[in-house]
């Protein structure tokens, strides 16, 4: 018996990856596989019931729920960006290395892939049974639009533009203020409920102009598995070549949310500052300490 034991642990310590960057890829991978699986899945049963079996509120509530377990999933491998223009932002804030980004943006935009092909699976013969077939990206029988967002037929791209900056900005504010702890911020392991809390309300508030994507991989990697599954090239060019502006504009509205958030919140946390400078001086004194034991 302790033999079988002794090699099922050797096994295992065998199978066990060492690489600590790919374990938190793997993580932001599933994290955002679960994203699209939730999010996309609850856009693909609206449509494919006819809104009988799901409606906006419950596409805000997959993205959000969505949104909540990733971070549970992925949050004590990776930190849980789960969203290229999140990991982009904390970049610039110096909370994470930049040598690490691009590796987080791929496995991110893959877990996207991977869970919109999930949702076709799933959904696959009602889909075609909406398009008849066709894998229509616009007109009265499109589909295209369960895994990539598009404009509403209205909407500019410059609007489409702000749109999209002012979501991602508001996303950040509400991530930072919910991980500051000088703020009233929120305990560990609520912290994920409140993250995906924050999406749903910017779903219900600005998510009617184009689907609010609010994070590239989460748009880009089911562009690609339409792509790929058979809608086409025109994925690329329907709504005045829209595709660039969920992968662009969550960006600038991740650096806009954290400046504001810093700039007007955490910088003018006093107590930190009190400490940093109650630290600054302890340290002096010890040294000046050690100094004076040898003079």
Not at 45 to 69: D, H, I, P, Y
Not at 176 to 197: C, E, M, R, S, Y
């Amino acid at each position: 018996m302790e033999r079988v034991r002794s090699a099922g642990a050797c096994v295992h310590s065998a199978l066990q990856l060492k690489n600590r960057l790919f374990r938190e890829c793997l993580a932001e991978f599933l994290g955002v596989c679960i994203l699209v699986l939730f999010g996309c899945g609850a856009v693909a049963q609206m449509v494919v019931s006819n809104t009988t079996r799901g409606e906006f509120l419950s596409v805000n509530l997959g993205f959000g729920l969505g949104a909540t377990f990733g971070v549970y999933i992925a949050g004590g491998i990776s930190g849980a960006h789960i969203n290229p223009a999140v990991s982009f932002s904390l970049c610039l804030l110096g909370r994470f290395q930049w040598k690490k980004l691009p590796f987080y943006i791929f496995f991110q935009t893959l877990g996207g892939f991977v869970g919109a092909a999930v949702v076709y699976g799933v959904h696959h013969d009602g889909i075609h049974s909406v398009d008849n077939g066709t894998l229509s990206v616009t007109g009265p029988r499109a589909t295209a639009f369960i895994f990539g967002t598009y404009p509403a037929p209205f909407l500019t791209l410059a609007n489409g533009f702000i749109d999209q900056l002012i979501g991602t900005a508001t996303l950040l504010l509400c991530i930072l203020a919910v991980l500051d702890t000088q703020n009233h911020g929120a305990p560990k392991d609520l912290q994920p409920i409140f993250i995906g809390l924050s999406i749903i309300a910017i779903g219900m508030s600005m998510g009617s102009n184009s689907g609010y994507a609010i994070n590239p991989a989460r748009d880009f990697g089911p562009r690609l598995l339409t792509l790929a599954a058979g809608w086409g090239t025109e994925v690329f060019t329907a709504g005045g070549g829209w595709w660039w502006v969920p992968i662009v504009a969550p960006m600038v509205g991740a650096v806009l949310g954290s400046m504001v958030y810093e700039l007007l919140i955490e910088f003018h946390h006093l107590e930190a500052q009190c400490r940093q400078q109650q630290l600054e001086l302890s340290e002096k004194s010890k040294r000046a300490s050690v100094e004076g034991q040898f003079m």
